[in-house]
């Protein structure tokens, strides 16, 4: 088969990954060498679907012995199959990273024979491409699950990245549409990526030519929609994620039917929850960067998302006690809550306020968006000049705010599972 | 370089050569005159004052000693903000610059935390452009194989390649490679071990051969190849890598477009 037919096939199957990160570590080239990476990561394209393309994210292969209904390369699926040799992806990766199309390699599999043979191709593909090739670009590798500790070490030692997809966001779901993958079968190698890091680390701060273990840490991703968990489901899985598991990552995809199963949304008329996975994305960064905890955000009796705001405006809504922050004196904390300051605005605030007390013009020039912000903040004590809202107001304008988005998909899809949920 | 209060100072319109440490000269010659910077014009930006205008010879020492107060006086953040400052598009770019560093002599560094001040605040915002491309073109730029030398062509708007340059020689340390500046007419060289950034008139890259077309068909095929149908966007596409861009990526390029010339500089 031609490389571009087998490009094309196994790009076709590795697309419904989210995760195109190139971010967490900092590596100079050396001489001799080729490839560097930044901390911030590096978008080199969009493509049509406005996802960033960031690293050359193909499988190894297409063939599969699972049977998982939500995969587009389960076994039972009539697809055209093939795989690439270790040394047509060095080429593909070098001759695409030279030209600067990508930032590095992101190297998924299906599970060809078995776990233990895919990932020692995996392997195989690595080595070349770090030790012949010397290739100092990024790597993002997906651990297989199954796979010898052994072998999974081995492959960390050669990305920079690992990831184990949790799929579904609970073990029914999982047992019932991946009959082949057990949630332990998951937990177990993020368990031991999570200590080979540890480790790693450790040995680092002895010596700082100790081998590097997936030094820009580790990643998941799990199918959203094609299950009946809730948000709040999601999200205490996805918060329970980071702190147990100390992930860098935790990725959405919006399902996207390729599949006829019964068990499954019916591919007729079905829209992926594309909004639903913006709003979780939303949550996920509040999670992070914003000190909220998944409780806060949701609970059994609110157990979505609003389609209509943002979560940040949602939670902000239901807390009036909360509100106006004076932007004066209010801690990093509290101006962190306020909807219309982000983490940097923030930072600019505490920063510029040194200088004088900040009034609403100044804040928009702090990067502040006072559309939002007008309705929850006071500058020395005095609201936005031309403010009269009720409360029910704000949350009619903020609504407003978001319409140009919420016109191009009906928000009906959301509550698609309600019933069932 | 005593007094710093300006109050008084007579105002004149300076005419220099364009660089960096050309207008670096004129902050020297202001000072020393005790005389207010009102108007800046270069070569190519003809301009007509109301200011008694004085042609300023670029002196290297006198540059020199502005340059080395500048980390001193405003910290090395501000004196970033200042080199940075003179890469970007902004309209009025060198009394922008004169007016920050007249208030950041005066204030001091703390002068940098003063953002809602509209001198400390356009100049921030202009930087942060510059920086904000130059991030983008790190992954927007596309090289093209011409007999083992890489070679890109970019159309900024801010003069990117001093940013560029750090980030691609640490990327490809073993190649040698050309970025041709179209929009302001430079060209980054580097080969292992050196690199230079040139005024370049015109420049054109040779036609793709063979080998280098078929990389360009793979990474198109691949291009359209990852996107999902079901989630087309074209708007999200847009706003996170503007039209502006398109024209120097490989992706949007069929295979037979040719770069058109570059259209004469007007006179």
């Known amino acids: 088969m031609e490389l571009m037919d087998k490009l094309t096939i196994l790009t076709d199957a590795a697309k419904y990954d989210a995760a195109c990160t190139s971010s967490g570590l900092d590596r100079a080239g050396r001489p001799g060498t080729m490839g560097s990476t930044m901390a911030a990561g590096c978008c080199h394209s969009f493509s049509a679907d406005g996802r960033c393309i960031s690293l050359l994210k193909v499988l190894l292969t297409n063939r599969c012995i699972y049977d998982c209904q939500y995969c587009v390369n389960r076994r039972s699926n009539d697809v055209r199959r093939t795989a690439f040799t270790p040394r047509e992806l060095c080429e593909l990766t070098i001759g695409f990273y030279r030209r600067n199309y990508i930032e590095g390699l992101f190297l998924s599999s299906a599970v060809w024979g078995s776990p233990d043979k895919t990932t020692e191709l995996m392997i195989e593909t690595l080595r070349l491409l770090r030790e012949e090739y010397a290739f100092g670009g990024y790597i993002h590798a997906k651990a297989i699950p199954g796979a010898a500790p052994l072998l999974t070490h081995r492959l960390g030692l050669l990305a920079d990245r690992l990831s184990v997809n949790i799929e579904l966001p609970s073990e029914q779901s999982l047992g019932l549409l991946a009959p082949d993958k057990a949630k332990t079968s998951i937990l177990t190698p993020m368990a031991q990526i999570r200590d080979g890091i540890a480790a790693s680390k450790g040995e680092l701060a002895l010596s700082r030519k100790a081998p590097k273990f997936a030094p820009a840490g580790q990643s998941t991703q799990m199918i959203v929609g094609a299950t009946p968990e809730t948000d709040f489901q999601i999200l205490r899985l996805t918060e329970g994620l980071y702190k147990k598991y100390q992930l860098k990552r935790v990725f959405f995809s919006a399902y996207m039917p390729v599949s006829n199963s019964k068990l499954l949304p019916a591919p007729q008329g079905f829209k992926p929850p594309l909004l639903r996975e913006h709003r979780l994305y939303q949550a996920d960064w509040l999670l992070r960067f914003y000190h909220f905890e998944a409780s806060e955000l949701l609970d059994e009796a609110h157990p979505n998302f609003n389609p209509l705001v943002d979560p940040k405006c949602s939670w902000a809504l239901a807390h009036p006690e909360f509100f106006p922050v004076e932007v004066n004196t209010a801690d990093y904390e509290v101006l962190l809550r306020v909807p219309g300051v982000g983490v940097t605005s923030a930072r600019r605030i505490l920063s510029a306020r040194r200088w004088g007390a900040l009034t609403f013009a100044g804040l928009k020039k702090l990067g502040v968006v006072l559309k939002r912000a007008q309705y929850f903040l006071t500058c020395s004590g005095k609201t936005a000049e031309g403010l009269r809202v009720k409360e029910d107001g704000i949350l009619r304008h903020l609504v407003a705010l978001e319409r140009p988005m919420l016109s191009r998909e009906a928000p009906e899809q959301l509550s698609l599972f309600e019933e069932t949920g | ?267």
């Not at chain 2, 940075?84 to 309209?91: E, I, K, Q, R, V």
């Not at chain 2, 149908?229 to 996170?240: A, L, S, V």
Request: net charge positive; aromatic share 12%.
């Open chain 2, 1 to 267: 370089m005593g007094n710093y209060d300006m109050t008084g100072w007579p105002q004149v319109a300076y005419t220099y050569d364009g660089t960096f440490d050309g207008f670096l000269t004129c902050v020297y010659e202001s000072y020393v005159h005790r005389e207010r910077a009102a108007a800046f014009s270069a070569p190519g930006q003809a301009q007509i004052s109301l200011y008694p205008g004085r042609p300023v010879e670029t002196h290297p020492e006198h540059a020199r000693r502005v340059r080395q107060s500048l980390p001193r006086r405003l910290s090395p953040r501000g004196a970033r903000l200042v080199t940075y400052g003179f890469l970007t598009a902004l309209p009025d770019r060198e009394q922008s610059l004169y007016d920050f560093l007249a208030l950041g002599f005066r204030r001091g560094p703390s002068v940098l935390h003063d953002l809602t001040d509209q001198r400390v605040f356009v100049l921030d915002r202009a930087v942060k452009h510059l920086t904000g491309e130059a991030h983008l073109l790190k992954g927007f730029i596309r090289f093209s194989d011409q007999s083992g030398v890489l070679v890109a062509e970019i159309e900024p708007k801010n003069r990117v390649l001093p940013l560029l340059r750090t980030h691609f020689c640490a990327r490809y340390p073993s190649e040698a490679f050309v970025i041709y500046d179209r929009t302001h007419r430079e060209a980054l060289f580097y080969r292992p071990g050196e690199w230079a950034i040139v005024p370049l008139e015109n420049f054109r890259a040779a036609g793709p051969d063979k080998s280098e077309r078929d990389w360009r068909a793979l990474w198109r095929r691949f291009y359209h190849t990852v996107s999902i149908e079901g989630r087309y966007n074209p708007r999200c596409r847009m706003t996170h890598m503007p039209k502006r861009y398109w024209g120097c990526m490989t992706e949007f390029q069929t295979e037979d477009t040719e770069r058109p010339a570059l259209p004469q500089r007007p006179e």
